[in-house]
């Protein structure tokens, strides 16, 4: 039967260690079939979130569902629905990309007839394919994190959780992975994605929530969190140097603030929507000055991070947990 209620449900979670409180209080609802972006800096919360809602850590208070499966009352179930890529690759670098994908069928219990045609089928979706017989040692670190994804996905589940799956990852691995990503979710799969990249999660999330200091303190569609920090810019670019004082003129009386960069010819001012956008781009046309460029610039999620934390967002490790030693989740650890 295909679910249609959320995939992923937390409702008030909280997580103290000793008198320290890393998540506190938070409530989010992912629809199935769609992304949600965890922003924060580091040490916000967001690993003790993952970790909570992939029953690795026990909540000290709240509940969550994956699923349809409560967390603490029904861990093995959530388990057997979920994937999980943690932020370190967890692949064992002396076996093959075949024989760590065969070995994670295994531990599911799938048969050696369905372990194989899986490993081969997610070889060939993430690329592997000509590396699938070398030891993964040898991987790039894209390759890495490809086969730590295709691990998460062995047993088809239907929710994905992402830990700042791409850090450390070149930009052309970057893209790649989130093209993996986009087909995941037009195929039905439900993420959950923690990062600190903005533009990640401008790319991926249908919906964004931001958390500070363990609490949520900003949620929204990206374009709506944009609009939270401020309207959108008119920004235009004038042709030749010459025509930049006409420029000028031609939007005195339109606009109440002008900002003029004579050195790059560009015109900056607060903009009043699509309407006047095309209004301005005809008088310039009756004027015959010739431009390069003219459109509206939307404030991006950084300047949202900025507005909301007081911070730009700083790519690295998020908070330890202080439960355990080592930080780094072994995806196989979801499946025990």
Known sequence: MTRTGPAIEADSLVKRFGDFTAVDGISFSVPTGSVLGLLGPNGSGKTT???????????????????????TREPAAVR?????????????????????????????????????????????????TDAATKVTKSYSGGMRRRLDLAASLVAAPPVLFLDEPTTGLDPRSRNELWDVLRDLVRDGTTLLLTTQYLDEADQLADNVIVIDHGKVI????????KDR???????????????????????????????????????????????????????????????DDIG??????????????????????DEPDPESPDTTVSTKETRA
């Open 229 to 291: 920090s401020g309207a959108a810019s008119l920004v235009i670019t004038v042709s030749r140097p010459d025509d930049v004082d006409a420029a000028v003129q031609v939007l005195e009386g339109r606009i109440d603030e002008l900002h003029v960069d004579r050195d790059s010819r560009r015109l900056t001012a607060p903009s009043e929507g699509v309407a006047a956008l095309a209004g301005i781009s005809a008088a310039f046309t009756e004027a015959g000055i010739e431009l």
């Open 296 to 317: 509206l610039q939307r404030p991006s999620l950084d300047d949202v991070f900025l507005s909301l934390t007081g911070r730009r967002a700083e790519p690295g490790p």
């Open 49 to 71: 979130t993952i970790r909570m809602m992939t029953t690795l850590s026990p909540p000290t208070s709240g509940t969550a569902r994956v699923a349809g499966h409560d967390v």
């Open 218 to 225: 900003a949620e929204g569609t990206p374009l709506q969190l």
């Open 80 to 128: 057997k629905a979920m994937g999980l890529t943690a932020q370190g690759a967890t692949v064992d670098e002396l076996l093959t990309g075949r024989e760590n994908l065969r070995l994670i069928g295994d531990l599911y219990g799938l048969s050696k007839k369905q372990v194989r045609a899986r490993a081969d089928e997610l070889l060939e979706k993430f690329s592997l």
